[in-house]
């Protein structure tokens, strides 16, 4: 930002919204405070420097898409593991539960039979 000072142009509150957008309009669109070019040979040099840049965050934007594709897919595992941990709980609880009463049954029956 060749151009830019301080005090001509301060940067705006971030509370400010259209200020702010205002400021990031002049500074990236119309490149108001950009330093005048020299020469044309140094336009090649950015618009290649430009189309790197692109290209970066390009591969960056994929990075972090697949990082979060994987962060998500890791959290589905791990609901469906206490899903299927707190179905099979349930399961051993009614278990439990058929066992208990079977015996119980037993029970009965045997002093029914020691009685009868």
């Known amino acids: 930002m060749g151009k830019w000072s301080a005090k001509i142009h301060p940067e705006p509150s971030k509370n400010d919204p259209m200020k702010l957008k205002e400021f990031m309009r002049q500074k990236y ?4 405070f950009a330093a005048d070019e020299e020469d044309d040979d140094d336009s ?3 618009s290649d ?3 790197e840049a692109a290209k970066r965050r390009r591969r960056k934007k994929k990075k972090a898409a697949a990082k979060k594709a994987k962060e998500e897919e890791a959290e589905q595992a791990q609901k469906k593991k206490k ?6 709980s349930d399961d051993d609880d ?3 539960d058929y066992g208990e009463e079977i015996k119980k049954e037993e029970i009965k029956s045997t002093r ?3 009685l009868g």
């Open 29 to 32: 669109e119309q490149k108001k």
């Open 44 to 46: 090649d040099l950015d």
């Open 49 to 51: 420097d430009e189309e």
């Open 83 to 88: 899903k299927k941990k707190a179905v099979s």
């Open 94 to 96: 009614e278990e439990s």
């Open 112 to 114: 029914r039979n020691k």
